[in-house]
């Protein structure tokens, strides 16, 4: 069970609805608006798991993630991707990347609470 996620994306809206979700499930909701400042907060903070948006301004979440698993200090952390991107090559791209799970916007609570629980 994960204790500590980190949630990364732009949009505040977004930010505050799966910080909100984290929250209620007992778990630590860590936040970042950007793929750098994730990497930086994914590195400092040795988070538990990542959720990430693919569709960021200054790094998208794919190039976020190929950092993230490039890095001995935080491959190993779990990323699932929660993003408006639904094409299935944008999904087998996020796995090839080593996303260990991928869900679309709009999202249930169920479907976060899923990836929590996996």
Known sequence: MF????????????????????????????L???GAQGIERA???????????VN?????????????KADEATRNIPVVF???KNQRAEMAWGQM??????????YSREQILAELNA
């Open 56 to 68: 960021m301004p200054d790094m998208d979440g794919f190039a976020a993630t190929r950092k993230l």
């Open 43 to 53: 590195k400092r903070d040795k988070p538990d798991l990542i959720l990430m948006d």
């Open 97 to 106: 990347l080593g996303a260990r799970g991928y869900v679309t916007k709009p």
């Open 32 to 34: 970042a608006d950007s």
């Open 82 to 84: 929660v993003t408006s």
């Open 3 to 30: 204790r500590r996620v980190l949630i990364i994306d732009d949009a505040l809206a977004d930010r505050t609805n799966l910080e909100r979700i984290v929250s209620e499930a007992g778990h630590t909701a860590l």
